[in-house]
Nanobody, 123 residues
Framework: QVQLVESGGGLVQPGGSLRVSCAASGFTFSSYAMGWLRQAPGKEREFVASIGSSGGIIYHVDVVKGRFTISRDNAKNTVYLQMNTLKPEATAVYYC????????????????WGQGTQITVSS
């Protein structure tokens, strides 16, 4: 049974930092590309960042480049998203997802999804 369990969300002030994690089980983690996607209230789910199965191919959407960093630890079956200099517009539910593709840079390319973790950026 595939499971993706996000953790580390919460309330953070503008300009602050947060790291979210996603623990995976039930599939061969090291064979899947992993991604983070988010959905803000009233908006469609959007791609944020992805990392290839071996960690060698990384994409970040332009609005987060230089502030967010995706990484993975295949020994721990975990993917991370480090978020710095957070802005209020980053407020959303953040989802971890897994893709059978080598690289997955859109919401439609993911096969498995976590339940999401809420991140609120507010003073």
């Amino acid at each position: 049974q595939v499971q993706l369990v996000e953790s580390g969300g919460g309330l953070v002030q503008p300009g602050g930092s947060l790291r979210v994690s996603c623990a995976a089980s039930g599939f061969t983690f090291s064979s899947y590309a992993m991604g983070w996607l988010r959905q803000a209230p009233g908006k469609e789910r959007e791609f944020v960042a992805s990392i290839g199965s071996s960690g060698g191919i990384i994409y970040h959407v332009d609005v987060v480049k230089g502030r967010f960093t995706i990484s993975r630890d295949n020994a721990k079956n975990t993917v991370y998203l480090q978020m710095n200099t957070l802005k209020p517009e980053a407020t959303a539910v953040y989802y971890c997802a897994a893709s059978r593709r080598m690289v997955a840079a859109s919401t439609m390319q993911y096969d498995y999804w976590g339940q999401g973790t809420q991140i609120t950026v507010s003073s």
